[in-house]
């Protein structure tokens, strides 16, 4: 629900095969005042990780410069069908975990 | 002698259906899309891109957990989107989708409205809208929809505000020219519910038309508000025949 994640339906062994991750997220920058002129808390997503069957292969620390609900795309390579996992926190503490089958044809 | 009959009849009715005189002939019609630029117009086609899919997906959910008791699915809505803003004969008054869905959660199903453009509601419609995708917008003005129609027609027609314009001298007399570092579209509504990138969201057609009126520093009507529905009529009417894209991608 919080996140969109595309990969292909099947992957090539040895092969480079695109992920694609949407998270949901405002980003809020902290640098932003509300109707009263109170600051606005930062809430931006901190770090973000992506585990295969276990091991890291792709980790990002995002900042307040990224525009709300952040899209990464990197590339993974898979010698054995297997699960990505992934995870996010934010400023707030909200961790959040998703996870997507790998199927090596 | 008989396709001229035929011809003759076709021309009657086709008349009848555009007694009123379209601002923009029908194959000069452009989405909003055709007056953005090469990133937004990518953003927008690559479905897996586009972050207002993350309110279909979550409009979805809220589908499947509160409507389909009686809509089945969403296949069912397919159409829908297309055909408002339509009078409705409970409510007395043209209703768009949004206050459409408004009306079904509190007259039928008796739960607290959601609220416009509370994310739920703009989720909702987000999802419905986007079930008609590629259908071409056709609402109707006839009959009890008329009165509104017309308001929508004078309101577009008036000027506004301390800049003292009116819609029609940008959307109708100089769309395609420059305005700072935009360029002026026709106006249609089509794309929304749309994902903006000024407001790092998605947000429904009424969201935008205050906007505008922000814009020209006019007052803006409360969400809602009667003459914005009249004014989303008027839009719909005016692009009748553009095919349905939300969730489309605006700066």
């Known amino acids: 629900m919080e996140a969109r994640i595309n990969i292909p339906a099947k992957v090539v062994r040895n092969e480079p095969f695109e992920v694609r991750l949407q998270i949901r997220h405002p980003m809020e920058t902290g640098y932003r005042t509300d ?7 930062r809430n931006v997503v901190r770090s973000v990780t992506c585990r295969y069957n276990g091991d890291l292969v792709f980790a990002a620390q995002l900042s307040s410069g990224i525009a709300a609900n952040p899209y990464l795309r990197f590339f993974v390579t898979a010698r054995a069908s297997g699960e990505l996992q992934f995870e996010w926190v934010d400023d707030a503490g909200v961790r959040i975990s998703e996870r997507a089958p790998v199927v090596v044809a | 002698m008989l396709r001229a009959t035929i011809v003759a009849a076709a021309c009657a009715a086709s008349m009848a259906a555009h007694a009123q005189q379209r601002p923009i002939a029908a194959d000069a019609l452009r989405s909003g899309i055709a007056y953005a630029g090469a990133d937004i117009r990518a953003m927008q086609a690559d479905d897996l891109a586009n972050p207002g899919f993350l309110w279909v997906q979550r409009g979805e959910a809220l ?14 809505m397919r159409g829908v989107a297309a055909r408002y803003p339509a009078y409705d004969p409970s409510a007395k008054s043209v209703l768009d989708l949004e206050g459409r869905i408004e009306q079904c959660r509190t007259g039928r199903q008796h739960k607290p409205a959601f609220g416009r453009e509370s994310d739920d509601l703009v989720s909702l419609a987000t999802f419905v809208t986007h079930q008609s995708r590629g259908l071409p917008m056709s609402v109707s003005i006839d009959g009890p929809a008329r009165a509104s129609f017309e308001r929508g027609e004078a309101f577009y027609t008036q000027r506004h505000g301390q800049m003292n314009l009116a819609c029609t001298h940008c959307h109708d007399q100089s769309y395609g020219k420059r305005l700072y570092t935009e360029t002026i579209s026709q106006g249609h509504g089509t794309a929304f519910p749309a994902y903006r990138l000024e407001w790092q969201g998605q947000g429904s057609l009424q969201r935008r038309l205050r906007a505008c009126l922000f814009g020209v520093r006019a007052e803006m009507p409360k969400p809602g508000a009667p003459e914005l529905t009249d004014l989303e009529l008027y839009l719909a009417w005016r692009a009748n025949g553009l095919p349905i894209e939300s969730p489309g991608v605006r700066r």
């Open chain 2, 63 to 76: 589908f499947n957990e509160n409507c389909t008791a009686c809509h089945r699915d969403a296949a069912s």
């Open chain 1, 35 to 41: 109707d009263t002129g109170k600051a606005i808390a």
